[in-house]
């Protein structure tokens, strides 16, 4: 068990909750928000809503699901070659091959800008991943992200 844990960046990341960049990076979020909800005309959902299916999938399963295939397997096998540490301006070249493969992945689903815009957020994601060597802080950021976006714009 502990090969499929360490494969999937499943390891103790201390208290990264801690981390000013971090805390950072979740206000980040919310200043993202508050942006979009003034300059675009946005539609949030219902109080109920939080309760379905829809959102906790989109908020809860997506994100835990996406960082363990791509912080998780796939930054982490990446880093593992000698090409993975190199960074440019603290981006590691792990980070930046996952991050193309998450933009790649969200072609598949969604529109070209949608997919665009995931790249910084991936980064962060990435950067975190990197950070800790672990996958954890990556998931609360992007079920943080996720949980906030689809309350403000509405559920697809």
Excluded at 59 to 68: C, T, Y
Aim: hydrophobic share 55%; proline share 5%; glycine share 8%.
């Amino acid at each position: 068990m502990g090969d499929i844990t360490e494969a999937l960046g499943l390891k103790a990341a201390g208290p990264f909750y801690r981390d000013w960049r971090f805390l950072t990076a979740l206000l980040a979020g919310i200043g993202f928000w508050l942006g979009l909800w003034w300059f675009v005309p946005v539609k949030p959902i219902a109080l109920w809503q939080i309760a379905t299916w829809r959102f906790v999938a989109l908020s809860v399963w997506h994100p835990l699901a996406e960082e363990l295939i791509f912080r998780g397997f796939v930054q982490g096998q990446l880093h593992h070659l000698a090409c993975g540490h190199r960074s440019w301006a603290g981006i590691s070249a792990a980070n930046l091959i996952t991050s193309v493969v998450f933009v790649l992945g969200h072609l598949w689903q969604h529109p070209a800008a949608w997919a665009v815009a995931v790249v910084a957020p991936s980064l962060v994601f990435g950067w975190f991943r990197d950070r800790h060597d672990s996958v954890y802080p990556c998931i609360v950021l992007h079920m943080f992200y996720n949980a906030g976006y689809f309350a403000l714009t509405g559920l697809p």
